[in-house]
């Protein structure tokens, strides 16, 4: 699986941006994808997962009820909604695709990376 992310920008805190990653490879539709980030002189992190079909979602308690993780298997893509953006929601965004069908929070679960899309949110 290639993974492709794109969207990211610059956008004042309170606002929105709505995060791309357009796959290709026979196994997408099989495979459950994430979202990370990294920050600078941070970890990358876990923010969001959905299993193969999206309809298991599940989020990190720093996103929920402003991120939706979703996906459209028929395009191959999967988004990221991003409402109510914080100045610490700055980092690169990543998208990516485990090894199971299941939504999984863990990086190494996750064998197929996109280049990484960057959102930086002014104060």
């Known amino acids: 699986v290639q993974l492709q992310a794109s969207g990211g920008g610059l956008v004042q805190a309170g606002g929105s941006l709505r995060l791309s990653c357009a796959a290709s490879?026979?196994?997408?539709?099989?495979?459950?994808m994430g979202w990370f980030r990294q920050a600078p002189g941070k970890e990358r992190e876990f923010i969001a997962g959905?299993?193969?079909?999206?309809?298991?979602?599940f989020y990190v308690d720093t996103v929920k009820g402003r991120f939706t993780i979703s996906r459209d298997n028929a395009k191959s893509m999967v988004y990221l909604q991003m409402n109510s953006l914080k100045p610490e929601d700055t980092a690169v965004y990543y998208c990516?695709?485990?090894?199971?069908?299941?939504?999984?929070?863990?990086?190494?679960?996750?064998?197929?990376w996109g280049q990484g899309t960057l959102v930086t949110v002014s104060s």
């Open positions: 490879g026979r196994t997408f539709s099989s495979n459950g």
């Open positions: 959905t299993n193969w079909s999206g309809g298991n979602t």
């Open positions: 990516a695709a485990n090894k199971y069908s299941s939504a999984t929070y863990l990086v190494k679960d996750y064998n197929y």
